[in-house]
T-cell receptor, first 117, second 113 residues
Framework: GAVVSQHPSRVICKSGTSVKIECRSL??????MFWYRQFPKQSLMLMAT?????????EQGVEKDKFLINHASLTLSTLTVTSAHPEDSSFYIC?????????????FGPGTRLTVL | DQQVKQNSPSLSVQEGRISILNCDYT??????FLWYKKYPAEGPTFLIS?????DKNEDGRFTVFLNKSAKHLSLHIVPSQPGDSAVYFC????????????FGQGTRLTINP
C-alpha cells in the first residue's frame, strides 16, 4: 500500500508555455501533499505544502503565481508551472502524507522531469 | 541555513560489510527523523524512521541510531548488498506544527562486489 503516482514522468516544453503535473495517492487518502524540487546532485527542496480544500503554503522564495497548486481532493494535487522558462527545468517530486496514523511518514511519487527549451 | 546536514557526499563499502551513513541536524525542535533511499530519476523510498523518544530503531538489515545530545543520527546497513547502492537522504521534522520534512544533501552509497 501507500503508492503515489505522478503524471507525466517526463515533459519537454517550449519556453513560455504552462505545464501541469499531477500527483495522486492511489490507495490511501492524503490530506496533505508536498511538492519538492531537486536539482542535479542536490537535496530535495520543499516548494509548497498542499492541503485539501485550502490554499497551498509556499516556502520562502517560491513564487506562488508561477507555481500554481491545486489540491481538489484527498487523492489528487496538481502543480502547474506557468510561463515556464529554462531555469524551471528540474526534477519535481510530490509526496503524500497518509491521513491515518500519527507519524510524519511521507510517500513519494516517482518524480517528473521537466525540460524547458 | 542547512538545518540537516550529510557531510559525506559519497561512501564506498565492500559487499557484506557494514555501511554507516551519518546525518547531523541543528534545529532542536526536530523530533522525528527518517531515512530515504533514492535511485536516479525516481522518487525517494522510505526506509526507516525514529522518533526522539527512542535512541535506536531496527528493521531487518537497517538500524537507525539517534543521539539527541549530539544532534546526530546514523543509518547502519549490515550486511551491505549491491542493491543498496543508491543515494540516501536523511530527513527531519517536528511532529507538531506543519510537519514539513527537511532533507539533508544526500550521500551516494556504492557497494562494491
Amino acid at each position: 500500500g501507500a503508492v503515489v503516482s505522478q503524471h507525466p514522468s517526463r515533459v519537454i516544453c517550449k519556453s513560455g508555455t504552462s505545464v501541469k503535473i499531477e500527483c495522486r495517492s492511489l490507495d490511501f487518502q492524503a490530506t496533505t501533499m508536498f511538492w519538492y524540487r531537486q536539482f542535479p546532485k542536490q537535496s530535495l527542496m520543499l516548494m509548497a505544502t498542499s492541503n485539501e480544500g485550502s490554499k497551498a503554503t509556499y516556502e520562502q522564495g517560491v513564487e506562488k503565481d508561477k507555481f500554481l497548486i491545486n489540491h481538489a481532493s484527498l487523492t489528487l494535487s496538481t502543480l502547474t508551472v506557468t510561463s515556464a522558462h529554462p531555469e524551471d527545468s528540474s526534477f519535481y517530486i510530490c509526496s503524500a502524507r497518509r491521513l491515518a496514523g500519527g507519524n510524519n511518514e511521507q510517500f513519494f511519487g516517482p518524480g517528473t522531469r521537466l525540460t524547458v527549451l | 541555513d542547512q538545518q540537516v546536514k550529510q557531510n559525506s557526499p559519497s561512501l564506498s563499502v565492500q559487499e557484506g560489510r557494514i555501511s554507516i551513513l551519518n546525518c547531523d541536524y541543528t534545529n532542536s525542535m526536530f523530533d522525528y527523523f527518517l531515512w530515504y533511499k533514492k535511485y536516479p530519476a525516481e522518487g525517494p523510498t522510505f526506509l526507516i524512521s525514529i522518533s526522539s523518544i527512542k535512541d535506536k530503531n531496527e528493521d531487518g538489515r537497517f538500524t537507525v541510531f539517534l543521539n539527541k545530545s549530539a544532534k546526530h543520527l546514523s543509518l547502519h546497513i549490515v550486511p551491505s548488498q549491491p542493491g543498496d547502492s543508491a543515494v540516501y537522504f536523511c530527513a527531519a521534522s517536528a511532529l507538531q506544527g506543519a510537519q514539513k520534512l527537511v532533507f539533508g544533501q544526500g550521500t551516494r552509497l556504492t557497494i562494491n562486489p
